[in-house]
Nanobody, 121 residues
Framework: QVQLVESGGGLVQPGGSLRLSCAAS????????MGWYRQAPGKQRELVAT????????NYADSVKGRFTISRDSAKLTVYLQMNSLKPEDTAVYYC??????????????WGQGTQVTVAS
C-alpha cells in the first residue's frame, strides 16, 4: 500500500508561518501529482494546492494565492506547503493527497492522516 505521513502543523499567531511536509512511502512506481486539502470544523474538505510531480505545475485555491507555496522533493517523495501570512480562517486539519502509479499498469490515490493547523492569538 501507499502511505502518506504529514507533519509540521501546530499553533501559530495570525500573520505567522508554518511549513507542512508530506512524505510518501510504500509501493510507488511514480507520483503523478500531490496536493493539500483542508477541513475546518463544520465545513467540507476543500482543495488548497496541487503540484504535478514531473513538471511542477501548481494550482492554488483563491483563498491562499500569494500566501501559500507548494513544492516537492522528487528524491524524497515529499511535498511541502509553505504557509505565510496565516489567518484565523486558515485553521483546519490539513490532509495530504497523492495520485500515484504503483506500477505502469495501476493507479491509485492515497490520503494522509491529517495535521492540525490552528491560527489564533
Amino acid at each position: 500500500q501507499v502511505q502518506l505521513v504529514e507533519s509540521g502543523g501546530g499553533l501559530v499567531q495570525p500573520g505567522g508561518s508554518l511549513r507542512l511536509s508530506c512524505a510518501a512511502s510504500g509501493k510507488i512506481f511514480s507520483i503523478n501529482a500531490m496536493g493539500w486539502y483542508r477541513q475546518a470544523p463544520g465545513k467540507q474538505r476543500e482543495l488548497v494546492a496541487t503540484i504535478t510531480y514531473s513538471g511542477g505545475s501548481t494550482n492554488y485555491a483563491d483563498s491562499v494565492k500569494g500566501r501559500f507555496t507548494i513544492s516537492r522533493d522528487s528524491a524524497k517523495l515529499t511535498v511541502y506547503l509553505q504557509m505565510n501570512s496565516l489567518k484565523p480562517e486558515d485553521t483546519a486539519v490539513y490532509y495530504c493527497n497523492a495520485d500515484v502509479l504503483i506500477s505502469i499498469w495501476s493507479q491509485t490515490g492515497a490520503w494522509g492522516q491529517g495535521t492540525q493547523v490552528t491560527v489564533a492569538s
